[in-house]
C-alpha cells in the first residue's frame, strides 16, 4: 500500500524485493497525480436495453485555456451466448467521441446530439476519460448495467397463406436465449371467439441462431417465424398474441391481427 496526502504531478519510485538467497529484482515505477477530477453526467447506473440518453460531462477545475478529450466505451457482456454488442455505441456510429472544455469552464461540450446507446445485450459498459493536456489517460469515469430482461417483441405479423398461416416476430432477447413461444389464436366459433394456445420449445432454434457469427452484427435481435397447417377455413382465425420465455420470464405482445 503506497498511503499519505498527494499533490498533483508525477512521483518516481524503486521497487526491490529480495528472497530467501538474497537475490533480487529491482524496478522503477511512476505515479501520476491529477488534480482535476472528471465526471460522467446525466447518465444512469443502470439503463434497460436499446435505450439511448443524452451525455454530458464536467471537471472539477475549470483550465484557463480550452482543452479536448476523448471519451471511449468498452463492453461485456454477461449473456447466456456472450457477445462484445457492436450496438453499444455513441450516436456518432462509434465507442469513441470527441470533447472540448472551454477556458474557465467546467462543462464540456460534444458535437450536437452526442448520446450513448446501450445495444440490446445484458452487460456492462465502461466509460474511460482521456484528457493528454492535464494528464487523465483512460481514466473510468462511468459503469452502466444493462439488465437482463424478458424478451422484447418490437413487432408482430399475421398472415394467411394458402393450407395456413404464417407469424413472424421481431424482437430482441438480452440474455440472448429464447426457450419458448406461446401462440394464442384468437377463433370464430358459433358460440363467439374462443382463444386456442400451441406453445413450442424454441430453444435450438434460437441457440443456433445466436451461436452463429451471423448473428454478431445484431446483438440479441432476431426475427422468428412459425408456419401453421389449418384444416378447415383459415379466415376463422382473427388474431394471435405471441409470448416469449427465456430465464427471466415472459415477454407478449399486443394482438396481431391476421391478413
Known amino acids: 500500500m503506497i498511503s499519505g496526502t498527494p499533490t498533483a504531478g508525477a512521483a518516481n519510485f524503486t521497487v526491490q524485493v529480495r528472497d530467501s538467497a538474497s537475490r533480487t529484482a529491482t524496478k522503477a515505477f511512476a505515479i501520476t497525480v491529477i488534480s482535476t477530477t472528471v465526471t460522467l453526467t446525466n447518465v444512469p447506473d443502470t439503463m434497460p436495453p436499446a435505450q439511448q440518453v443524452a451525455i454530458g460531462l464536467t471537471v472539477s477545475s475549470a483550465p484557463s485555456n480550452p482543452i479536448s478529450g476523448t471519451l471511449n466505451l468498452s463492453f461485456t457482456s454477461n449473456s447466456v451466448v456472450p457477445l462484445d454488442d457492436p450496438t453499444v455505441m455513441f450516436s456518432n456510429s462509434s465507442k469513441t467521441v470527441n470533447f472540448t472544455i472551454p477556458a474557465n469552464s467546467t462543462v464540456a461540450t460534444f458535437p450536437a446530439g452526442t448520446m450513448l446507446l446501450t445495444g440490446t445485450v445484458s452487460g456492462t459498459v465502461v466509460v474511460k476519460a482521456t484528457i493528454p493536456q492535464n494528464g487523465t489517460t483512460d481514466v473510468p469515469v462511468k459503469q452502466v448495467i444493462v439488465p437482463k430482461t424478458v424478451p422484447m417483441l418490437t413487432n408482430v405479423s399475421a398472415a394467411r397463406i394458402s393450407g395456413g398461416l404464417r407469424v413472424q416476430v421481431t424482437g430482441y432477447s438480452p440474455e440472448r436465449q429464447v426457450i419458448n413461444v406461446d401462440f394464442g389464436f384468437d377463433v370464430k366459433t358459433s358460440s363467439g371467439t374462443q382463444r386456442v394456445t400451441l406453445s413450442r420449445g424454441v430453444q435450438p432454434d434460437f441457440d443456433g441462431w445466436y451461436k452463429s457469427s451471423a448473428s454478431s452484427a445484431f446483438g440479441s435481435s432476431f426475427v422468428f417465424e412459425q408456419l401453421f397447417n389449418v384444416q378447415g377455413d383459415n379466415s376463422m382465425i382473427n388474431s394471435v398474441t405471441v ?15 391476421f391478413r
Do not use: E
Open 243 to 257: 409470448s416469449l420465455t427465456n430465464g427471466q420470464g415472459s415477454g407478449t405482445a399486443n394482438p396481431a391481427q
